[in-house]
């Protein structure tokens, strides 16, 4: 059974940084492309990174650009986001999601919150 | 980048209702689109993807169709554990998109 199980969130006060953690099991996690998607409470998903499967081919959102890096050890089946400069509007529930190359977004973790304030 | 614009942003329905709501593209996405189902303090789940196509263990009282901007989801007849928020997403280009969502109320 596929499970992802992220970890790392937390309080955090501006222009600090956290990284985040997937653990990933059930599945073969090196060949699946992998995403971070959040949700700031009471509102909407926004995707915030892309990882590839094999080339490390990374994508990020405009809003995140520059600040946050995404990672995987396909060895420890481990995927990260390393969040820097972390502002009041990153607040949110941080998701990892699985990609299948024919089904697309199929997994999803549990979510971790990460929230940011002084 | 490609704007996803669900409709109605909320509706009231009943048990046994089919109900349907739809997701603009911005651009064509040809039929990368994806709906999810997420019901509150739970993460979403994927119910539909390449725009018309079930994943699996989703009730066929489901359904979606659409391709190129305009797309719709169905629920037939619904049921007490379908009261949740619908989101659509295209996967065809960075960044990737959601729709805002439509709430489906009692």
């Known amino acids: 059974e596929v499970h992802l199980v992220e970890s790392g969130g937390g309080l955090v006060q501006p222009g600090g940084s956290l990284r985040l953690s997937c653990s990933a099991s059930?599945?073969?996690?090196?060949?699946?492309?992998m995403n971070w998607v959040r949700q700031a409470p009471g509102k909407g998903l926004e995707w915030v990174s892309y990882?590839?499967?094999?080339?490390?081919?990374?994508y990020y959102a405009d809003s995140v650009e520059g600040r946050f890096t995404i990672s995987r050890d396909n060895a420890k089946n481990s995927l990260s986001l390393q969040m820097n400069s972390l502002r009041v509007e990153d607040t949110a529930v941080y998701y990892c999601?699985?990609?299948?190359?024919?089904?697309?977004?199929?997994?999803w973790g549990q979510g971790t919150l990460v929230s940011v304030s002084s | 980048d490609i704007q996803m614009t669900q409709s109605p942003s909320s509706l009231s329905a009943s048990v046994g209702d089919r109900v349907t709501f739809t997701c603009r593209a911005s651009?064509?996405?040809?039929?990368?689109l994806n709906w999810f189902q997420q019901k509150p303090g739970k993460a979403p789940e994927l119910l539909i993807y390449?725009?018309?196509k079930l994943q699996n263990g989703v009730p066929s009282r489901f359904s979606g169709s659409g391709s190129g901007t305009d797309f719709t989801l169905t629920i037939s007849s619904l049921q007490p554990e379908d009261f949740a928020t619908y989101y659509c997403q295209q996967n065809y280009i960075t960044p990737l998109t959601f729709g805002g969502g439509t709430k489906v109320e009692i």
């Open positions: 999601v699985r990609v299948d190359i024919v089904k697309g977004w199929d997994y």
């Open positions: 059930g599945f073969t996690f090196s060949d699946h492309e």
């Open positions: 390449s725009a018309s």
């Open positions: 990882i590839s499967s094999v080339d490390g081919t990374t």
């Open positions: 651009e064509n996405i040809r039929s990368f």
